[in-house]
Every structure is written in structure tokens, then in C-alpha cells.
């Protein structure tokens, strides 16, 4: 079986000094420990993702999803466990052990992220082309011409012919995501963050954005992390997902076998509560 | 009239005490270490406004000794009020002679000029600076611009120079232009007309950059490389002065600026008038002042 | 010396419905089953025998409470798909093992063409091109619906893309869940030498049915399933249709 691109070891993050209860007997529901008070933003997560795959985290507001697309991101850092990148340094130490440095060259070149809002990463006041071009500008490329023709295929790619010079502030809701995505393309990266990609996009502009993302997954080739509370959008896309709740998961498996052979009570609760 | 200045016994040389003296020099120094870096120091009060040049004055006040000779010069020109008043006070405080020969000077301070005239090695320039900081445009927290320094993380700067040639069809920035020290930190050169900055790489001479109100030193060592900022296919260009002249003295290689004349017209004249001066074969005499 | 290409021994399915306050639903019991490479099976039962629940079960879309299933891949060696790590087994259904289930999953705004090239590992090469029209041809899917979203078709359309969607593939064994349902005579005799064509091709095929006619055109076995156990199981004659 060919080595995982990402590895999550027992990855958590909690807010509090810890004790006995919440460490070794986390019997509690929710996030809190009833004795010390502690919130476990995530607890004990581990997962894998092959090259190439698109992997589900899927759970309702709280669960801990986006905790998690934060830390992979290195916008938080995690207070327990690690994460392994098979393609920094053969995957071996934790990935929050990089230096400021070499993280920022592995936001830029290896690993980039999606936001529900598309705001965090876009600078709205800059063109759509702009936004694209930064991430060339960031690689250490100089040369204007190279980097527009790239940023407009790429925009082209997306859907947005001829919209390279607008200002992002102008476009669409939907638009403003395709430029998120091809920001976050434009410099070839092995792995993708997406943070709910379509909640909140009108039906029809979600379907074009999931084809986009369909299509961009199977020209590229890279592995995809998708956090969705959306088991039609996890089940177009994703092979295999986990379902967290409270910071833990619940339960793993195939899509399918999430969908069809739901075991937990909690996964039972969402499928049926899915339209 | 001149205003009346302290009585000799209220200060001591050059008006700043030792401990003012020694703190600027040591932020000095730092920043002669680290080419390009802001360094910040404490900024105390001299007396003139902020915004008039505080900072340089304290540079030059701080570094200058009893066989320095000094030039002050305001957007090139010796005698605007501004570059008057300074020489004045420097003259009072310190006694020393003060020259309109850029070549002579061993310490010229300046507003938004480097002196045409070629320098040498021992010769420092003080450039009066307002905003140290090229980033603060783009990022108005002090702590994410000092992590973008840190990080080498110019993105943003860059993309305003992309955003300009969409715009425009090139680079369309005037005064602070960036430029990139030793590859390592950009640096915003104060308001120096673009023509200024090839004049500044792998000077001879040493180059301090003061900000009084944002109290930061940072410093261009001597032979050090200066690479404005720009693109292989939209390099960074000085003014295009093509086929215009100094009226009085006829020089095609200096800065020119333009002067409204009678008719409507625009007259080009050198910016650096010491330099006009010296082409046209008249020198004024250096100034021995009188420490008040 | 066997040439089982699938083996199921002793699978038990109970699913537990926490949402009912935990009421458990026997889905299958004991079930043991050999396939030989190129047989056709047919599961044939009333509803709700556990027919769905066997085939998923086996493909692991229903993860069995004990027992394994044995699967022999292309390149002989033997796997136990109910251990097997999840990626392993997601590329084992991609590629060796077919399923053609009665929902057609909707992929919204692609073409049925580009569906059809993206199982050819998404390559829009000539021969995918033609290997797609062929299998349209062969199950009377008009060139016409070759650009048009899926969502718009007929329910026997639908079975019949999802039939070549599967098969774009090439898998060696081939799962069906009533493939012939709500189609009319003609189509489904369409898809009846379809499938005799794949028979003959060397593919083995275990597929749900309720159209006992079909049955008895390609099952070289029939098991019926009652109350989530194999009732009974019989070899029928030699299949109507010549090789």
C-alpha cells in the first residue's frame, strides 16, 4: 500500500491544564471536562489520506472540523500528537516542528487551503488576477508576463474568462470561491484544504464549483482534505471520511459504508437527518 | 533675525547630551550590522517639530565631531528655509564649518536627496525619513510587518507592483520606491527621486536613514548592493529626462526639477544646486560658525 | 482444485438501530457462498429476503459482524476483503469489482460521454471514446444522450448507463441488483445478451433478480435467500443463449 501523503497521530488541542479525568477517562459528552474544566478541541484524531485521494471529515458546527484544517494550515498549533507530511522530510518528524521558514514555503508550494469564507485568503480590494499572481510573487517568480498568462489559464480553468483584472470585491459569491481555488492551485501544491467549498452558495453555483473540484482533483492528481457537514457533497467527492463530534471521531470507513452501514449512534443521527 | 539661542553653558557640544549620544550611536551601529533593518531607539525631544527632520537631526548631532565639516541640503537645494535653519542650528551648537561642497563634507544631512557629486569612502549621508516602514501601506500592524521583515514575506509589496504595471503599462511609483538590501530586507529610500537610487549601490559612502516621529535608525553600509525593486520584463526605470537639460548649467546627468516659469512653461533646472553651482564654475565660501 | 474467484464463509449481519433505542435487525445469518471464475449467479428471494443486504455485505458497503470473504485478484493472490485496509479495497471496487446498484448517482452537470471517460481514468483518448460509444451501442443508448445530464434521463436509461458505467471498467466480477426492473421487453432483452456477452467474455457475475426469465437465460446457479440465510440452490440447465 503506497505510504500516506498525510498522517494524523493522535492529534489534539485542548484549552486548559488537563487532569486525570479528562486524559485517561474521557467519558464525558461534549468538549468539556466536567472536572477541570478543560475544552478538548479535538482528542485522539487519527487518520490517514492516500496521494491522490479525497478524504472527508464531515460534522456538525463544533465538531472540531475546521480546528483541524487550522492546524494542518499551521494556523493553530496542535497540544498533542502530530502530523506527518510524507514529502517534508520523508515524513518522519512532526510537521509543527518546521520552522517558520519552511512552513511558509510549505503553504506556498505543498499544502494550500480553501475557506468557507473566502475573505481569510483573498485580498478583495486586489484583482482576481492579483490574488493569483500573489501566490507566483510569493514562489519568487518575476516576471509579469509568464505569471498572467498562468493566472489567466488558471482563471479560465475556473470559469472566469476574462475576469482577471476585476476586482475581486465585485464578484460573486461563487466567483470569489473559484478564485480562492485557483489561488490556492496556482503553484502545483500535493495537498488541498477545503473548508466547506460550497455551503452557502446558491444550488446551482455549488454544482459547478463541485464539478470544478472534481475536475481539478482529477487533472492534478493531489490529495484533497474535505470538511463538509454535507453528506451529498461528501459523498460526490470523497472515498473515505471520518465523522468527529465534540472533538473525537466517532466513526470511519468508506463513504459508502458510512452512508449505507452507519454502526455509531451519532453517524445513524446524521444520515437520517441528511435530506 | 535670528531667534535667540541658548547661552553658551546650557548644552553641551552639538546640544545633545552623552547618554542621548551614545543611545543613537548604538542604534547606529546596529543598523550598519544589519543593512536594511529598522532598528528602533529612543527618540528624544530636539528642537525642532516632528516632521521637520528630527530624526536626522539627531543622527547628525550625534555623530558629528569637532573636525567634521557639514553640508545640509533640503530636496538638493542648500538654501530653502528648512536647510537654512538646520545648518544654523548645527553651526550654534557645534562651531564646526559647514560647506555647500558635497566632495568636502564629511557629514551632509538631507531631505529627499542624495548629492549628485560622487562620494567617498568616509563620507556619511543622513537621509531625514518619515515612514520607515515600505510595508506599512499594505499592513498597519506593527507586529505582522515586523514578521513579514523577518520572513523575507514581500508578497504584498510585490503585488502593489503588479497591481501598477496592469494599471498603468509600467511601474508608477515615484519617491520611496522600494529597494531590496543584500537580498535580505526592503527599504523604503525616503522620497529620493528614483534617479537617486543607482547612486546609492555599492556607494563608497555611508548612507543612515533617521525617523524621529516613528523613532527607527536603519542604515546602507558602504558597498553595499541596492537593487530597486522591479521585474524582468518591467524593470524598475529612473526618470526618463530625455533631451531635457539644466538651463543654467546645461547638464543632461543630473536630477532635474521643474520650475513654473513667466510664460506658463516649465524651465528644468539641476535639483542638486551645489552641483549646478560647481558646473558653472562658481563656489560659495564654507561657513566657520560660532558655538552659542 | 478450485478456481474460486470469491468465497464467503460464515458472514453475519445484525444492524443495531441506536436511533430505536438500540432495536437489532438480523440481516444475514451464517452465510457461506463459492463463486467460480465465469459463473453467473443468480440471488433470487421475495423482498426483503436479504439479497441487498448479501451483495453489499460481500462488496463491504456493509461491514459483516464476523466472517470473511475471500476474493482472488487478477494477479492470483488472495485477499480477505473484510480485513483488508480501505484503500486496498477501494481500488479492488474501482477496477476488479463491478457494482451495478439500482440508484444512479447523480453527478450534477457532466455529460453521460464525460462520465463514461472520466472511468476511463479520465483520459479522452480515441480509444475511450469509442470503447464508451460501443457499450452505448450495445445497450441501445442513443448518441443523442451522449451530452446530456444523466438527471434528465428515463429510469430505464438510467440502468443502462449505470450498466456501462460499471463495465467501462472491465471488472472481472461483476455485481447486479435487478438490472432488468422497469424496463421494457425489448430493452430488457437488450441487456440480457449484454450480459451473455460479458459471460462469455470469462466475467462472473452474481446479480439480484426478480425477472425469472432472465434468470433462466444466464444463471448457471441459483440461490434463493429467505430470512437472511441461503434456502436453497440449484444448477440449472445449460443457458438458453449459444456461446
Not at chain 1, 485522539?44 to 460534522?59: L, R, W
Not at chain 1, 480553501?114 to 510569493?138: K, T, W
Not at chain 1, 461563487?174 to 496556482?186: D, H, K, S
Not at chain 1, 449505507?260 to 449512534?265: I, R, S
Request: a neutral charge.
Amino acid at each position: 500500500m503506497a505510504t500516506p501523503v498525510i498522517r494524523a497521530a493522535a492529534l489534539s488541542l485542548r484549552h486548559g491544564p488537563g487532569c486525570r479525568r479528562c486524559e485517561t477517562q474521557p467519558d464525558f459528552d461534549g468538549n468539556t471536562c466536567p472536572d477541570c474544566g478543560t475544552v478538548w478541541s479535538l482528542r485522539d484524531v487519527t487518520f490517514d489520506v492516500a496521494p491522490g485521494e479525497i478524504f472527508g471529515i464531515v460534522g456538525e458546527s463544533g465538531a472540531g472540523k475546521s480546528t483541524l484544517i487550522d492546524i494542518l494550515d499551521f494556523a493553530l498549533e496542535p497540544t498533542g500528537g502530530a502530523i506527518h507530511y510524507d514529502h517534508w522530510q520523508g515524513g518522519v518528524p512532526r510537521l509543527h516542528s518546521a520552522t517558520a521558514q519552511e512552513r511558509r514555503r510549505l503553504r506556498n508550494f505543498e499544502i494550500s487551503v480553501v475557506h468557507q469564507n473566502p475573505r481569510r485568503n483573498l485580498m478583495m480590494g486586489v484583482s482576481a488576477g492579483g490574488n493569483v499572481v500573489e501566490r507566483m510573487l510569493a514562489a519568487g517568480d518575476r516576471n509579469i508576463g509568464r505569471m498572467r498568462d498562468a493566472a489567466g489559464g488558471m482563471l479560465d480553468h475556473m470559469e472566469l474568462q476574462g475576469r482577471i483584472d476585476m476586482r475581486t470585491d465585485k464578484l460573486s459569491a461563487g466567483m470569489r470561491q473559484r478564485v480562492q481555488i485557483a489561488r490556492a492551485l496556482v503553484n502545483r501544491p500535493k495537498v488541498l484544504l477545503l473548508d466547506e467549498p460550497t455551503t452557502g452558495l446558491d444550488l446551482s453555483v455549488q454544482a459547478r464549483t463541485l464539478d470544478l473540484i472534481r475536475r481539478v482533483h482529477r487533472d492534478l492528481g493531489l490529495a484533497v482534505i474535505l470538511v463538509t457537514h454535507d453528506w451529498g457533497v461528501l459523498r460526490l467527492l470523497a472515498r473515505r471520511a471520518i465523522v468527529l463530534k465534540s472533538g473525537r471521531i466517532v466513526e470511519c470507513g468508506t463513504v459508502e459504508q458510512l452512508i449505507e452501514d452507519p454502526q455509531a449512534a451519532y453517524t445513524q443521527l446524521l444520515v437520517s437527518s441528511a435530506l | 533675525m535670528n531667534a535667540p539661542m541658548a547661552q553658551s553653558g546650557g548644552h553641551p557640544y552639538a546640544y545633545l547630551d552623552e547618554f542621548m549620544k551614545a543611545s543613537v550611536r548604538v542604534a547606529v551601529l546596529k543598523a550598519i550590522c544589519i543593512p536594511g533593518y529598522q532598528v528602533p531607539y529612543v527618540s528624544e525631544e530636539v528642537p525642532i517639530a516632528r516632521g521637520y527632520g528630527s530624526g536626522g537631526l539627531q543622527i547628525t548631532l550625534s555623530l558629528i565631531g569637532p573636525d567634521d565639516i557639514f553640508k545640509i541640503i533640503d530636496e538638493g537645494d542648500d538654501e530653502t528655509v528648512n536647510a537654512v535653519n538646520l545648518r544654523r542650528m548645527v553651526g550654534e551648537v557645534t562651531g564646526n564649518t559647514a560647506t555647500y561642497d558635497a566632495t568636502r563634507a564629511t557629514l551632509i544631512q538631507s531631505r529627499h536627496k542624495v548629492p549628485e557629486a560622487p562620494l567617498s569612502e568616509g563620507q556619511i549621508v543622513v537621509l531625514q525619513s518619515a515612514f520607515p516602514d515600505a510595508l506599512r501601506f499594505f499592513e498597519r500592524s506593527e507586529a505582522v510587518s515586523r514578521r513579514m521583515h523577518a520572513e523575507k514575506d514581500y508578497g504584498k509589496l510585490w503585488l502593489r507592483l503588479y497591481e501598477s504595471v496592469i494599471d498603468h503599462g509600467e511601474i508608477m511609483i515615484g519617491g520611496r520606491y522600494p529597494v531590496m538590501v543584500e537580498d535580505r530586507y526592503v527599504l523604503d529610500p525616503t522620497h529620493v527621486p528614483r534617479w537617486d537610487l543607482p547612486l546609492m549601490d555599492n556607494s563608497p559612502a555611508l548612507f543612515l536613514f533617521g525617523a524621529g516621529r516613528e523613532k527607527r535608525i536603519y542604515a546602507v553600509p558602504p558597498y553595499t548592493k541596492i537593487e530597486p525593486l522591479g521585474f524582468e520584463d518591467h524593470p524598475f526605470r529612473v526618470e526618463n529626462q530625455t533631451g531635457k537639460t539644466c538651463r543654467l548649467c546645461g547638464s543632461g546627468e543630473s536630477y532635474l526639477a521643474p520650475i513654473l516659469t513667466a510664460s506658463g512653461a516649465y524651465d528644468w533646472f539641476c535639483s542638486d544646486t551645489s552641483f549646478c553651482r560647481a558646473r558653472r564654475g562658481e563656489h560659495l565660501e564654507d561657513t566657520q560658525w560660532q558655538r552659542q | 482444485m478450485t478456481n474460486a474467484i470469491l468465497e464467503a464463509k460464515g458472514l453475519n449481519k445484525t444492524f443495531v438501530m441506536h436511533l430505536l433505542g438500540g432495536r437489532r435487525i438480523s440481516a444475514l445469518q451464517d452465510i457461506s457462498l463459492r463463486v467460480e471464475e465465469g459463473e453467473f449467479v443468480a440471488l433470487v428471494g421475495r423482498t426483503g429476503a436479504g439479497k441487498s443486504s448479501l451483495v453489499k455485505s460481500l462488496l463491504q458497503i456493509y461491514r459483516p459482524d464476523s466472517g470473511s470473504v475471500h476474493f482472488r485478484r487478477a494477479d492470483g493472490v488472495t485477499v480477505d476483503l473484510t480485513t483488508l485496509p480501505e484503500t486496498e479495497l477501494l481500488d479492488l471496487l474501482d477496477v476488479e469489482i463491478g457494482y451495478v446498484s439500482q440508484h444512479l448517482r447523480v453527478v450534477p452537470r457532466v455529460g453521460a460521454l464525460d462520465l463514461m471517460l472520466e472511468r476511463a481514468s479520465g483520459e479522452d483518448t480515441q480509444a475511450a471514446r469509442a470503447a464508451a460509444r460501443r457499450l452505448f451501442a450495445q445497450l441501445d443508448l442513443s448518441t443523442e444522450l451522449e451530452d446530456v445530464f444523466p438527471v434528465t434521463f428515463s429510469g430505464g436509461e438510467k440502468q443502462r448507463l449505470n450498466l456501462a458505467l460499471t463495465l467501462m471498467r472491465k471488472p472481472r466480477l461483476l455485481f447486479l441488483d435487478e438490472p432488468t426492473a422497469a424496463l421494457d421487453p425489448a430493452t430488457r432483452d437488450r441487456i440480457v445478451e449484454f450480459l451473455a456477452a460479458r459471460k462469455r467474455e470469462g466475467v462472473t457475475t452474481i446479480g439480484i433478480f426478480h425477472d425469472l426469465d432472465a434468470v433462466a437465460k444466464l444463471a448457471d446457479r441459483v440461490i434463493e435467500v429467505d430470512g437472511g440465510r441461503l434456502v436453497a440452490e440449484r444448477r440449472t440447465a445449460a443457458p438458453t443463449i449459444p456461446a
